[in-house]
């Protein structure tokens, strides 16, 4: 599935993002990648727990998925904090 990241909390490594298809997401990065709003990423975001997604390059990353078709209020307010 195909997402991309709405918004980046460098600081504290937590990410939110939204597939096509309209749902939200969001994760705190385990990599050491750097990851900008905007950035298409690849991966399985409906999973919550460890996972590995990839960049449109093909890098791949790991991650932690905190919340899957989370409301985009939700997984802000979980980035932001």
Sequence with gaps: MKGAI??????????AGETESGECFAFELLDSIELS???????DFDALGAEDFKTLQ?????????IAGGSRVSTLA???K
């Design 6 to 15: 709405i918004f980046a909390n460098h600081k504290h490594m937590r990410y």
């Design 37 to 43: 709003v905007g950035d298409q990423i690849i991966g």
């Design 58 to 66: 093909g890098k791949t990353f790991s991650v932690f998925m905190e």
């Design 78 to 80: 979980w980035a932001t």
